[in-house]
């Protein structure tokens, strides 16, 4: 009886472990012990930046005459019009930047844009529209920007709907940070650099709440429950095994 019972608990250890392993397996972004984050400096921390069209870019566009009137609306006609009038919604329609920097704009064709910002292509496609329209007004935006969000907080594809947008911006919008993260070890990935952040206590919120940029994946690592997560994933298992052990105490207990 007493090698049977030992047996089964033996299983049980087993179990245990190989559920602590298997939970290890979704934790992403680990570092070697010697791995050493990139300097979370002042210039990275607090430098505002206006981000660049770049290739592969999706741009949105809107034309308006008279510098711009339509959009203001000085004139009480026009909102009497527009109420009055009952129109579909017009489609956003987006413009792709393609390998070679060129978007392909209407009225107007082709355009060299990339390594612009968005200010300085607004200014050379209102000089281009200033032939077709009178005193043009020219909006252009960004529809692509975006920052990935993985770990503890979910997987969350964020837009960057604004220029400068901080790492705790990105945070609130994905919920902030649930009880089973580590606030401690938040991860900023960018392109070859990886930053760790510690957002734990008030020092380091101040020294890391870093301004993010587009393409950025933030790692939010979740809080470990290796035995919790074992007894999850091999509770069908555990569950015949306690049942064949109480059929075993029984034959016994009747001999």
């Known amino acids: 009886m007493v090698k049977h019972v030992r047996s089964y608990a033996f299983v049980l250890t087993l179990m245990t ?14 570092t070697p012990d010697d791995f050493k984050s990139a300097a979370v400096s002042r210039e990275v921390r607090e430098a505002e930046r206006n981000y660049v069209i770049q290739n592969n870019d999706h741009l949105q566009l809107e034309v308006y005459t008279n510098k711009g009137e339509r959009i203001i609306d000085p004139n009480p006609t026009l909102s009497q019009s527009s109420t009055t009038t009952t129109t579909e919604p017009k489609p956003e329609i987006s413009y792709l930047v393609d390998l070679q920097g060129i978007a392909k704009f209407p009225v107007i064709g082709e355009m060299k844009v990339a390594n612009l ?17 009178t005193e043009s007004f020219v909006v252009l935006t960004f529809t692509n920007k975006r920052v990935i969000v993985l770990g503890a907080v979910g997987g969350q594809v964020v837009p960057l709907q604004n220029h400068n947008v901080t790492l705790a911006e990105i945070l609130a919008v994905s919920k902030g940070l649930p009880n089973d993260s580590k606030s401690h070890n938040i ?18 919120f101040l020294a890391g709440n870093m301004i993010i940029e587009p393409g950025d994946i933030i790692y939010v690592e979740p809080v470990r429950k290796p035995f919790a997560e074992g007894v999850r994933d091999y509770a ?14 029984v034959i016994q207990s009747t001999k």
């Open 17 to 30: 472990i190989a559920g602590c392993s298997s939970y290890r397996q979704n934790i992403m972004l680990k």
């Open 117 to 133: 910002t968005l200010r300085q292509a607004e200014a050379i496609l209102q000089v281009e529209y200033e032939k077709y329209f």
């Open 236 to 249: 069908g298992l555990a569950s015949l095994l306690v049942s064949t052990l109480s059929l075993i105490v």
């Open 187 to 204: 991860r900023i990935v960018r392109k070859d650099q990886v930053f760790v952040v510690d957002l734990s206590t008030v020092e380091g």
